[in-house]
């Protein structure tokens, strides 16, 4: 398996996977593979979109 630095998009079909659907439903759900390298991936992102943010902003519940 490859090494992940961010979450990729949906068309790398080693990280995701399609779940499947009962029913007639038209729309397509993707799920990670590996479910802890995504929560790691996610915490990663979030720590990136911080830290750009301007101090008073970091962490605000708006």
């Known amino acids: 398996m490859k090494t992940y630095t961010e979450i990729p998009d949906t068309s790398d079909n080693e990280y995701w996977q399609i779940k499947p659907n009962d029913g007639q ?3 397509t759900t993707f799920i990670p593979r590996d479910k802890e390298l ?15 943010q301007p101090r008073r902003k970091r962490n605000a519940k708006d």
Not at 38 to 52: E, N, Y
């Open 25 to 27: 439903i038209r729309s």
């Open 38 to 52: 995504h929560q790691q991936l996610k915490v990663l992102a979030w720590a990136i979109i911080q830290a750009a």
